[in-house]
C-alpha cells in the first residue's frame, strides 16, 4: 500500500462522502494528507474525518480566495511539496430553472466552479515552483460528474457547475501540460455514500436503478479508487480526461 | 498483488520488431506481476514466447499460444485453451491492431484487399473474441473486456481503415458493455495516443526511411505533457486498473492514455 508514498495531498470536502473515502484511501496509500471542509461535521454521520485518520484538517470554504491560499500554502508546508490537489467540495440546491433564485445559483456557482478554480490556480501557482518527479511536477483530480453531460434532474445549477468543471479540467491540462502538471476529472454516477434525505428518495433510486446498467450503483470507494488511480504514478500519460465511474450509464 | 489468480488473455501479445516495449507486452507483463495468469496470444509465436519468458523470469504464470485471430476457428481455439487450462476467463483483453503495416492508405489510395485486411484484424478480431469468451463470462458471472482503440477516433488521421475500425470499436464496446453489465461483466476501451512503441515509431522509420530519432522527434513534439510520447507502460497501467476490482463501478467508458492531444484537436 505505497502507491502514493511520499506524495503531499490536499483534498476539499473531505470530511464526508466521497471526499472522505478518498482520504481514507490516499492515506493507506501512503499520502500526506491535509483535509479541507467547511465544517468536521459527516453529513452521513459519525465521528469526524480527521480524526478517525488522525491527520491534520482545515477548515475553509473553497469559495474564499484567503482560505483557499492558506489551504496550499499549509499543504505545502511540510515537504516543501503539493502533489496532488483534489477538489470534492460541493454544495447541492436540488431545484428546477424556474425555482431558483440568483442567490442559490450564486452561491451553488461560488462553490462548485469557482472553488475548483480558485484551488487549481494556487495549486498550479506552488506548483509551478516544484521540481518535476516522476514525470510530474504536480496532479489535479477534479470531482466533476454525470451531471452536467446528461442533465441533472432537477438541479440546473448543480449541473451546469459541474459541466463547468469538465471544461476547466481540459483548458488546464491543455495550458499546463508542457509543465508537466496533470490535471483529470472523475465523473460519479449514482454513488451510494451513505448519505440521507433527496439522495436516496424512493424516486430518484428508481431513476438511477434503472438508468445504472451494472446490478449495483455506485459506492464511495469506487470514485476513490479512480482517484488513486489519476493520483498516482501509474497515471502519466493522462490528462484532460473526464473518468466516468457511472456503471455504465453514460454507455447505455 | 491486484489481479490474483485472475485469468487473462491478451490478444497481440508478441509485438513488431523494433525497439523497446509494445503496449501488448507491457500489458501481459502487468497483469502477471500482480498475479495473473497469462494466455499471451500472437499469430507470431515467438514473440509471444519472448513475452512468456520475460514473465516466467518475473516468477509469474504465463503460456504462449499461436492465434490468427482473423480466422474465428483459432479465436474459439484460443478462448477454449485459456478455459480448459486454467477453469476460468477474467479478463480479455484485445490489442491486436495495424494501421500502415497492414496496407492501410488515404482514401484514394486505399485498395479493397487492405481495406478487408484491417477490417478483419482490428475489429472482426475484437468482435469474435467477444463472442466466444462472453458465454463463460456469463456463466461466472463477472468479467472485464478492454478494447484498444486508439487516439485516431478522436482526432484527425490520414488512414481510412484504421481510423473506421478503431472508431466501430468504442462503439462495439459500449454497446458490449450495455448488453452485458447485468451479468456483472464489464467492457472498456482505451485510446493510446502517441506512443512510443515498435509498431508506431519503426514501423514508420522503415516505411519512411527515417531515422528512429527523427521520428521520435516528431512525434514527441505533438505531445502537451511534457512533449514526451507515452509507452507502453502507460497503457498497461491503464488496463491493469479497468481489469481490476477497482473499477468494478467503471463499464462502457472510453479511456485516453493520450498525454492529453485530444484535448488540443487540430
Ligand atoms: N454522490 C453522488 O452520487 C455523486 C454523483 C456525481 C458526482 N458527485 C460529486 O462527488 C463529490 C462529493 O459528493 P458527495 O456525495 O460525497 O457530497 P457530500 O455532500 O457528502 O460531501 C461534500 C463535502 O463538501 C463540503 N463542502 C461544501 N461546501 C464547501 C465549501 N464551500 N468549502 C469547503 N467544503 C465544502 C461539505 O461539508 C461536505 O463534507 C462532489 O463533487 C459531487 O458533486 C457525487
Redesign the interface.
Known sequence: MTRLAGKTALITGASSGIGRAIATRFLAEGATLLLMDITEAVVEGGEPTHKILDVPFFQGDVSNEKDVDEAVRRAALPTGRLDIVVNDAVIRIGKKLTDTSLEEWNRVMAVNLAGVFLMCRAAVRQMLTQEIRHEARGRIVNISSQHGMISSPEDVSYGTSKAGVVYLTRQIAADYGRDSIICNAVAPGKILTGKTGRAVEPRWLDYSHARTPLPRLGRSEDVANAALFLASDEATFITGENLMVDGGWMAG | MRLKDRVAIVVGAGQSPGEGMGNGRATALTFAREGAKVLCVDHNLKSAQETVEMIGANQGTAMAFKADVTKEAEIKAMVADAHSRWGRIDILHNNVGVSLSGGDAELLEITEEAFDRCVAINLKSCILAAKHVIPIMRAQKSGAIINISSMAVITTYPYVAYKATKAAMVSFT?QL??QN??Y?I?ANVILP?LMNTPMAVDTRARTFKKTRAEVEAERDAK?????KM??GW?VA??A??LASD????????T??????A???RG
Do not use: H
Open positions: 459500449e458493455a450495455y453489465a447485468a456483472g464489464r495516443g505531445v502537451p505533457l511534457g512533449k507515452g509507452t502507460d497501467n491503464a491493469l486498473f477497482e473499477a468494478s463501478f467503471i463499464t462502457g467508458v479511456l485516453p492514455v493520450d498525454g492529453g485530444s484535448v488540443r
